[in-house]
């Protein structure tokens, strides 16, 4: 089978995302795979690439054949939205059975709804966005208005031509379920939900690994280590695990916490502020982002991943090193996480608090589900089930 996805922006070394495992996973099945895309890698990743332009023409990374067009523009902001030169004749050329849209509110996958008469294709769309990750923090007014203009345009313009096109419409998780059928008009119940995975051969359980890092960061077996690892934003209320920690010390628990990321600066200095107390000297370190290996050393010392709101493909990569999850109680959460963690009141310091504190208090219960976390993504949240889960989408459409 040929399949094309179609992604605004992409970088071939960002591996633990679905845009860029899935196309891999589905070559390593034998199919002839290629990802069209921009010659800008996005600001995400401007770390690892030093830049955000790149070159154009094609490219074979992972046996996937990535074809990078030029850019005419791009709006800012949280849209972030780009319109490629050259995809009709691409895509005539490619004449994909497939076409895999990541997003449907993109030029091109407005373009891959025009052009599916002519070319023939199957034609899915999967969908990865929300109001959480829509409206952005910190962006201007300006750029807000122009944010929210261009979704209006988009909805009366091209949601109907994407609606009737479109052979089937995927999202990862219930709210983007919920945001895709309000967009388009359409019942939730027509949107099914495949959700994001984690590669459970790079991320695993290790019980050495565990012991020299505890080692090196000079924790005791007794210490309990929370961590966190993602986005630092307002939207994550990492305040509630900062503010719940400083009460348990404060009882007598010896409670340390691993922040590990990148965001928002005005926000990580609120967030050291808050870690700067007498109680808490010492028990709150803030890490930078990390890479995959280094990430897996990190989830194996710890003996609880906390995500105080909202939710995150990293807490699946969590979930496949075998360690338990405290996640606000949503329905994402409780489908993704399933048994293999615990959910206390969104938004609640006492409902955290007490979570945390029942946890610490059975260790046995916290060891056992160690066990549980690593089949959960070994069972289903993989990258190898999640690409098997769109071939079977793509043969029935």
Excluded at 152 to 162: K, M, N
Excluded at 311 to 325: D, Q, R, W
């Amino acid at each position: 089978m040929k399949i094309v996805h179609l992604v605004d922006e992409y970088h071939h070394s960002l591996k633990g995302y679905q845009e860029t495992a899935l196309p891999i996973r589905q070559h390593e099945m034998g199919h002839d795979v290629h990802v069209i895309t921009g010659n800008r890698v996005g600001l995400a990743v401007k770390t690892l690439s030093k830049t955000l332009l790149v070159q154009t023409g094609t490219f074979v990374h992972d046996g996937v054949k990535i074809h990078r067009l030029p850019v005419l523009f791009r709006l800012p902001g949280g849209a972030n939205r780009v319109y490629l030169k050259g995809l009709a004749s691409k895509l005539s050329q490619l004449c994909p059975d497939v076409v895999h849209a990541h997003n449907f509110i993109t030029f091109v996958g407005w373009q891959a709804a025009l052009l599916k008469p002519y070319i023939g294709y199957r034609l899915v769309y999967d969908n990865h966005q929300c109001l959480q990750n829509i409206r952005l923090p910190n962006t201007s007014t300006y750029t807000a208005l122009l944010r929210d203009l261009f979704y209006e345009v988009f909805r009366i313009g091209a949601s109907g031509l994407i609606r009737k096109r479109a052979d089937i419409i995927i999202a990862v998780g219930e709210n983007e379920r919920e945001y895709a059928a309000d967009y388009l008009g359409l019942s939730a119940s027509q949107i099914p939900i495949i959700r994001l995975g984690a590669d459970h051969h790079v991320l695993k359980p290790s019980f050495k690994i565990r012991q020299y890092q505890r080692a090196k960061w000079g924790f005791k077996d007794t210490d309990f280590l929370a961590i966190y690892a993602g986005q630092f934003r307002p939207l994550r209320q990492l305040e509630l695990l900062i503010q719940a920690s400083q009460q348990l010390v404060e009882e007598g628990f010896p409670v340390y916490l691993m922040l590990v990321g990148t965001g928002y600066s005005d926000y990580l200095a609120k967030l050291k502020e808050l870690a700067n107390q007498p109680l808490l000297f010492g028990r709150v370190q803030f890490l930078p982002l990390a890479d995959k290996p280094t990430l897996m050393r990190y989830f194996n010392a710890a003996d609880l991943g906390v995500w105080p709101r909202s939710y995150s493909v990293t807490f699946i990569e969590a979930l496949a090193c075998g360690l338990p999850i405290l996640a606000e109680d949503s329905s994402y959460n409780r489908n993704t996480i399933g048994s293999a963690g615990y959910f206390f009141e969104p938004g609640s310091i006492t409902s955290i608090t007490n979570q945390l504190r029942n946890i610490i208090k059975k260790p046995a219960e916290l060891s056992s589900l160690r066990r549980l976390s690593r089949l959960r993504v070994t069972e289903e949240l993989n990258w190898e089930a999640v690409a098997q889960e769109f071939l079977a989408v793509y043969n029935n459409v």
